[in-house]
């Protein structure tokens, strides 16, 4: 075993090598990116093995070069760069690795500050620190001031004058700031995110389909709602294919909603009514005791809308019955997507009902003038 673990290591590609190939990998990727949307989403172990294959054709030679490849990061995952690539391809342990909309965060900024290529372990790679600042600029879209004043305090901390009396900053330095306020914020929006995502999985089946993320946009961000706008950011950021319909996952889903500002505590607490976790209890108390009444009322509105395919009909059969199991058992710390879900069933089920009234007066009026 001690022997071909000695002729394993003899194969490991030198340090340059492998530089040399990360840095095309990066360059590939974004480049496919672009082209093809797919490219761009895809998980970065897949990209580097796909290009392997078609480098090589033979599966067993490509499989080889791979795993050659593979070991060869892992020797030398003391180097900076080298570490950042091992954790987009998992090779560390569990949440030390990025995720793949990590790792598209990480392409973005080393595409937008044109990242270069180096095989040097003493040199630092600098770029312009005015270039790092202007997509910091852009980054801050999703930061509060204070956030944003702390990365870029951070980055005048490291920022060196070079040859030509340019300040610059290391890539990797700064792309390490970046990736860790992204993933900062990203569990920040995880908070706000899955109480919008349970209140909009009406269902309860894990995902959002199109009607339903149409319907929480609707009634939440009805100040900035447009049918179209919505649907085509639902079409862009649908990840999971399943019984031949687009869906969203709740990791999809909070990478939208901190992008894009979407669906944050104060939209959710404006359109329930509510400023304080005590406004919130009593809320929860009252439609508990409302519910039933609430459920007739529900069931009677279903029945006197007509315009509904039968598909559709049972469909909202089950978010009232998935609503009524969750209203029994809801916690406090629950409260908040149950009683968006029934406010949000509530407009939608009048919506539907106030449409079909003015499909009938329009065909009355049809009549009389015909």
């Given at each position: 075993r001690q022997m071909c673990i000695r002729d394993k290591l003899k194969t490991v590609l030198p340090l340059k090598s492998v530089l040399k190939t990360i840095f095309n990998i990066f360059v590939e990727k974004v480049a496919a990116g672009k082209r093809d949307p797919n490219v761009r989403d895809m998980e970065m172990s897949h990209f580097v093995y796909n290009n392997i294959m078609k480098q090589y054709?033979?599966?067993?030679?490509?499989d080889q070069k791979f795993v050659m490849f593979v070991m060869s990061v892992r020797r030398?995952?003391?180097i900076l760069k080298v570490n950042l690539f091992a954790r987009m391809i998992g090779l560390l342990d569990g949440k030390l690795n990025y995720s793949n909309e990590e790792t598209k965060k990480y392409l973005e900024a080393f595409d937008y500050v044109g990242g270069q290529a180096t095989d040097s372990l003493e040199n630092k790679q600098p770029i312009l620190y005015n270039k790092a600042i202007e997509y910091l600029k852009q980054f801050a879209e999703?930061?509060?001031?204070?956030?944003?004043?702390?990365?870029?305090?951070?980055?005048?901390?490291?920022?060196?004058?070079?040859?030509?009396?340019?300040?610059?900053?290391?890539?990797?330095?700064?792309?390490?700031?970046?990736?860790?306020?992204?993933?900062?914020?990203?569990?920040?929006g995880r908070t706000f995110a899955s109480n919008a995502f349970a209140a909009a999985d009406l269902d309860g089946n894990g995902k959002l389909n199109l009607s339903e993320f149409i319907m929480l946009s609707r009634h939440i961000m009805h100040k900035l709602f447009h049918l179209e706008e919505a649907t085509a950011l639902f079409d862009r950021n649908a990840d999971l294919y399943v019984n031949d319909e687009m869906h969203m996952s709740f990791d999809k889903f909070t990478l939208m909603c901190v992008e894009h500002s979407l669906f944050l505590d104060e939209h959710q607490d404006e359109f329930l009514g509510v400023?304080?976790?005590?406004?919130?209890?009593?809320?929860?108390?009252?439609?508990?005791?409302?519910?039933?009444?609430?459920?007739?009322?529900?069931?009677?509105?279903?029945?006197?809308i007509q315009i509904l395919e039968q598909k559709e009909t049972e469909k909202w059969h089950v978010i009232i019955d998935h609503i009524d199991s969750k209203i029994k058992v809801t916690t406090e710390v629950e409260a908040k997507p149950l009683l968006i879900a029934i406010k949000v069933t509530e407009l939608e089920l009048e919506r539907i009902l106030a449409?079909?009234?003015?499909?009938?007066?329009?065909?009355?009026?049809?009549?009389?003038?015909s």
């Amino acid at each position: 075993r001690q022997m071909c673990i000695r002729d394993k290591l003899k194969t490991v590609l030198p340090l340059k090598s492998v530089l040399k190939t990360i840095f095309n990998i990066f360059v590939e990727k974004v480049a496919a990116g672009k082209r093809d949307p797919n490219v761009r989403d895809m998980e970065m172990s897949h990209f580097v093995y796909n290009n392997i294959m078609k480098q090589y054709g033979f599966k067993k030679l490509a499989d080889q070069k791979f795993v050659m490849f593979v070991m060869s990061v892992r020797r030398y995952l003391k180097i900076l760069k080298v570490n950042l690539f091992a954790r987009m391809i998992g090779l560390l342990d569990g949440k030390l690795n990025y995720s793949n909309e990590e790792t598209k965060k990480y392409l973005e900024a080393f595409d937008y500050v044109g990242g270069q290529a180096t095989d040097s372990l003493e040199n630092k790679q600098p770029i312009l620190y005015n270039k790092a600042i202007e997509y910091l600029k852009q980054f801050a879209e999703q930061l509060d001031r204070r956030e944003m004043q702390d990365m870029r305090n951070e980055l005048d901390s490291q920022r060196k004058l070079d040859a030509r009396r340019q300040y610059v900053v290391d890539l990797d330095d700064f792309l390490m700031i970046v990736l860790d306020k992204f993933r900062k914020i990203l569990s920040k929006g995880r908070t706000f995110a899955s109480n919008a995502f349970a209140a909009a999985d009406l269902d309860g089946n894990g995902k959002l389909n199109l009607s339903e993320f149409i319907m929480l946009s609707r009634h939440i961000m009805h100040k900035l709602f447009h049918l179209e706008e919505a649907t085509a950011l639902f079409d862009r950021n649908a990840d999971l294919y399943v019984n031949d319909e687009m869906h969203m996952s709740f990791d999809k889903f909070t990478l939208m909603c901190v992008e894009h500002s979407l669906f944050l505590d104060e939209h959710q607490d404006e359109f329930l009514g509510v400023k304080t976790k005590e406004d919130l209890r009593a809320l929860l108390q009252k439609m508990k005791y409302e519910w039933e009444l609430i459920k007739v009322k529900q069931e009677g509105r279903l029945r006197e809308i007509q315009i509904l395919e039968q598909k559709e009909t049972e469909k909202w059969h089950v978010i009232i019955d998935h609503i009524d199991s969750k209203i029994k058992v809801t916690t406090e710390v629950e409260a908040k997507p149950l009683l968006i879900a029934i406010k949000v069933t509530e407009l939608e089920l009048e919506r539907i009902l106030a449409e079909q009234n003015q499909l009938l007066a329009q065909d009355k009026f049809g009549l009389f003038l015909s």
